[in-house]
């Protein structure tokens, strides 16, 4: 397996656009993330889905964020529109189900609006 | 709430020496703790987990111990290198039994680790 595959990996935006993050989790797992990661703020979960549901989106900052799992295989997280404090990392994870399983973690797709 | 505090926010050894990075959680239903080791431009990956039911957990170089009464676990990177030079996450999670947070990782805040030669 590929694992955990974000696209795209940076991205450069004016403040008010709409920005699409996707994600495609490793085949097989349920459980998937979307974590945003600054330098003030550390690793912040921001939603997480079980089985394509969204499970807990209290970490979501405002209602301009929004994501969806549409299938198993794919999910997008959306900003709109963007502003310029929303510039951060943002990294989708997954696991599967059970004890000692790994969460694995794609390479992030870098937000930069300006 | 924090869930999961970690200490150092940044720490510099000298290669050869010991790291070590200490958390503490509060919620006693976790039942997982794993570290995660990040590197510029990457995503967190997994170094080392540890299960509540051993105080110890070793693979290489890197040590975890675990201290259920004190709800306390630290990572020992023994004759740290400079390729140890990351940033290090604790985190813990609730896997068993039933739940609306079961199988939400909960991340401490980070340790930048800088080993110099």
């Known amino acids: 397996d590929a694992g955990v595959i974000q696209s795209p990996r940076h991205e450069v935006t004016e403040m008010g656009q709409e920005v699409t993050l996707r994600c495609k989790p490793i085949?097989?797992?349920?459980?998937l993330f979307w974590y945003r990661q600054t330098m003030m703020r550390g690793l912040e979960l921001l939603i997480y889905?079980?089985?394509?549901?969204?499970?807990?989106d209290s970490g979501m900052p405002e209602d301009r964020f929004s994501a969806k799992m549409p299938n198993a295989s794919f999910s997008t997280l959306k900003i709109q529109p963007s502003e310029p404090r929303d510039s951060a990392v943002y990294f989708c994870?997954?696991?599967?189900?059970?004890?000692?399983?790994?969460?694995?973690f794609g390479q992030g797709t870098r937000l930069t609006v300006v | 709430q924090q869930q999961v505090k970690q200490s150092p926010q940044s720490l510099i050894v000298q290669k050869g020496g010991i790291s070590i990075i200490n958390c503490a959680y509060e919620?006693?239903?976790?039942?997982?703790f794993p570290w995660y080791q990040q590197f510029p431009g990457k995503g967190p990956a997994l170094l080392i987990a540890i299960r509540p039911d051993v105080s110890e957990k070793k693979e290489g170089r890197f040590t975890i111990s675990f201290n259920k009464s004190a709800k306390q676990f630290s990572l020992h990177i023994m004759d740290s290198q400079p390729g140890d030079s990351a940033t290090y996450f604790c985190a813990a999670s609730k896997y068993g039994g039933r739940g609306s947070t079961l199988g939400r990782l909960y991340f401490g805040r980070g340790t930048q680790l800088t080993v110099w030669p």
């Open positions: 919620n006693t239903a976790f039942d997982y």
């Open positions: 085949s097989g797992h349920d459980y």
């Open positions: 994870a997954s696991r599967g189900t059970g004890l000692n399983t790994e969460a694995f």
């Open positions: 889905f079980n089985n394509n549901v969204p499970i807990d």
